[in-house]
């Protein structure tokens, strides 16, 4: 499985855009990028996850360069809900495989 | 719409105990996952099943053992209870084996071993 490395923690506003850089240099040709939201004492939600170039839902955008060795999560106008623990995951994701969740990035939004 | 459901939230046992977990996953899907969250760790994959059979191995313990029965609910049978099994068990559902497939995660179950 691809390893990734986000930044630990990372500090914003309310309303600001909040970019998170997950590097992944060692991605294969099958490995799809997913990100996860955590908060304190909850399950992981998934928020976006994409392929290739730039995904965009209803809560995130999802940038991935041409060489797909980093992704982008973007997450625009953030509110103090947003504070959370963000996990960027790689991988093919067949075969009811488990997920392999790394360090996180802990965002937290002050007012 | 309908979530993963676990029981119990909350679990209080002793060293050596036994105890279950359980989860029932949201309606039609067929594959169970179960992870592991110490406190201020990283979510742990455990062990998963598809239709009834266990699909992936992660860093289950052997005092631990899962299955999923026919109405495609899964247990989670812990034994010998250490204080480090201390920790949040999350359980997760997804639909399939297409690649790809979305996990959508329980509440979870806090087990406090004294």
């Known amino acids: 499985l691809a390893k990734t490395t986000q930044p630990i923690s990372m500090d914003s506003y309310e309303g600001q855009e909040v970019n998170i850089t997950c590097s992944h240099n060692n991605i294969a040709t099958n490995d799809y990028i997913t990100w996860y939201q955590q908060f304190p004492s909850q399950g992981p939600r998934f928020i976006i996850q994409?392929?290739?170039t730039k995904v965009t839902n209803e809560v995130a955008s999802l940038f991935i360069p041409a060489d797909r060795k980093s992704s982008t999560l973007s997450l625009p106008r953030v509110s103090l809900s947003d504070t959370a623990v963000y996990y960027c995951l790689v991988g093919d994701g067949g075969g009811a495989d488990g997920l392999t969740f790394g360090k996180g990035t802990h965002l937290i939004i002050q007012p | 719409a309908a979530g993963v459901i676990q029981s119990p939230r909350h679990l209080i046992k002793e060293k050596r105990e036994t105890a279950t977990l359980k989860c029932y996953p949201i309606?039609?899907?067929?594959?169970v996952y179960w992870y592991q969250q110490g406190p201020g760790q990283d979510p742990q994959f455990l062990i998963s099943?598809?239709?009834?059979?266990?699909?992936d191995k992660g860093s289950i313990p052997d005092r631990f053992s899962a299955q999923q029965f026919s109405d495609y609910h899964s247990e989670l049978n812990m034994s010998s209870l250490e204080l480090g099994d201390s920790a949040l068990y999350f359980c997760?559902?997804?639909?399939?084996?297409?690649?790809?497939?979305?996990?959508?995660f329980g509440p979870g179950t806090r087990l406090l071993v004294l």
């Open positions: 994409g392929y290739k």
């Open positions: 309606p039609r899907h067929d594959t």
């Open positions: 997760a559902s997804s639909f399939g084996l297409v690649g790809q497939e979305t996990q959508y």
């Open positions: 099943f598809y239709e009834k059979m266990q699909s």
